[in-house]
């Protein structure tokens, strides 16, 4: 098992800055690629980004330029550093990791932490 603890959502003015923390804890030597999702009441879960172990990232297109991933293998940890933040980005921001372990796949979630953007 695998499980992810989130950290540093909160209340922050239109055009401010946050960083969110993902600590990946358990059995992970076999996670390949971890990422973030966000979700607000009503909708589905939607890609915000993500990176692999070797360190490739992919964004979601109204992400990019604002927000970035990075992770830190030593520490277990992979961060969102988000800049420019709109209204809109308000959401339950959740941490995503896949581990491929004798060629399955298996997805574990963390409890979500809630960004609030205030106009």
């Known amino acids: 098992q695998v499980q992810l603890v989130e950290s540093g959502g909160g209340l922050v003015q239109a055009g401010g800055s946050l960083r969110l923390s993902c600590a990946a804890s358990?059995?992970?030597?076999?996670?390949?690629?971890m990422g973030w999702y966000r979700q607000t009441p009503g909708k589905q879960r939607e890609l915000v980004a993500g990176?692999?172990?070797?360190?490739?990232?992919n964004y979601a297109e109204s992400m990019k330029g604002r927000f970035t991933i990075s992770g830190d293998n030593a520490k277990n940890t992979v961060y969102l550093q988000m800049n420019s933040l709109k209204p809109e980005d308000t959401a339950v921001y959740y941490c995503?990791?896949?581990?491929?372990?004798?060629?399955?796949?298996?997805?574990?979630w963390g409890q979500g932490t809630q960004v609030t953007v205030s106009s």
């Open positions: 995503h990791a896949v581990r491929i372990l004798n060629g399955r796949e298996y997805d574990f």
């Open positions: 358990g059995s992970i030597f076999s996670i390949n690629y």
């Open positions: 990176i692999t172990r070797g360190g490739n990232t």
